[in-house]
């Protein structure tokens, strides 16, 4: 009896090892293989892809003016956004898909961009060379200056009235930084991003002008705008240094003007045709019906005239001298 309780603590032990050491597993690391390392445009490079999460959408794209140690300088602006491609991981976190090669908008160094769509961010960028393509240095770091985001972003400003009938919607990103490191910050460029919902944000430069010094704050103030006529959920994103420092959510209402103002021209459009052809069909009908359009009844038919026009020389209250009887008598006769 002895025996059997410390079997049973060990068979306890042993099935509870394999739970605990999964538990205490940190999450793999995604990573990206290319079939090549230098292609020219037109042709196919095969990307593979390990270790990201499950049943999850990846976009891939070839970005120039990029390196896996600075990130993609510029966003999703310096890269081919037409010829990219999108694939979803399968329930062990793989990936593999070509990708065709094609010239990005800036220059060389390039890498092959891959990044998740929806869910926490992952992102591996993997160096390429696409042959025949200009290259050009990438811009210098400035010295050890670090900024951080101390405050959360606050979106400020309201829709016009214009917004409604279907105009960009804008507002004013708000947020607070601090230089951690030990050099001054000048003029700092961040890339502001617009994401409508589970597809990637379209990043945009903006430079804030100014001097920010170690340990010294400054508020950042940047504008963002949407496309006309956008509705819908949106996310605006903040990266500086090639990583993400803030987010903020931004409902934007529908263009309710937009619709009324269809409606009413599906109203008043078919009225005002009906009014002109109306009017159009009153002008070529007969008099006669157009008195009875407009009185409800039929004009009557005009009657023959039974008057008779009197002759010059006929009276008809006189009468002929021979029958009067009250002739003049002549005086002096008997």
Avoid at 195 to 214: L, N, S
Avoid at 223 to 248: C, I, M, N
Avoid at 286 to 304: C, D, E, I, K, V
Wanted: aromatic share 6%; hydrophobic share 40%; proline share 10%.
């Amino acid at each position: 009896m002895q025996r059997a309780v410390p079997t049973a603590l060990l068979a306890l032990l042993l099935l509870l090892l394999p739970a605990a050491s999964a538990l205490g597993t940190p999450a793999p690391t995604p990573t990206v293989e290319l079939s090549a390392s230098q292609a020219g445009k037109g042709g196919d490079l095969t990307v593979s892809g390990a270790g990201w999460r499950a049943k999850t959408l990846l976009i891939l794209l070839i970005c120039g003016k990029s390196s896996p140690g600075t990130g993609v300088i510029g966003g999703t602006n310096s890269c081919a956004n037409a010829d990219g491609r999108a694939v979803t991981t399968d329930s062990r976190g793989v990936f593999d898909k070509k990708l065709p090669v094609a010239e990005p908008p800036e220059p060389c160094p390039c890498v092959v961009h891959v990044a998740t769509v929806t869910g926490e961010q992952q992102v591996v960028d993997a160096e390429f060379v696409v042959a025949g393509h200009p290259t050009a240095p990438l811009p210098e770091q400035t010295g050890d200056g670090r900024l951080a985001v101390l405050a959360p972003t606050r979106l400020q400003g309201a829709s016009g009235l214009l917004v409604l009938f279907g105009a960009p919607p804008s507002r004013t990103l708000e947020f607070t930084v601090g230089n951690l490191g030990t050099t001054p910050v000048k003029d700092p460029v961040f890339q502001v991003g617009t994401a409508h919902g589970v597809f990637a944000p379209q990043w945009e430069e903006q430079q804030w002008r100014g001097t920010i010094k170690p340990g010294a704050k400054a508020r950042i103030e940047l504008p963002v705008r949407l496309a006309a006529g956008a509705h819908g959920d949106y996310a605006v994103s903040v990266k500086y240094g090639g990583k993400v420092v803030a987010e903020q959510p931004w409902g934007v209402g529908r263009p309710w003007g937009v619709t009324v103002f269809w409606i009413l021209l599906a109203l008043v459009v078919p009225t005002a045709l009906f009014r002109i052809g109306m009017a159009v069909v009153d002008r070529v009908r007969p008099p006669g019906s157009r008195h009875a359009r407009r009185t409800g009844r039929a004009r009557p038919p005009a009657s023959p005239s039974t008057t008779t026009a009197a002759l010059p020389w006929f009276t008809p209250d006189s009468a002929p001298s021979e029958n009067r009887t009250d002739r003049p008598t002549t005086k002096g006769h008997s």
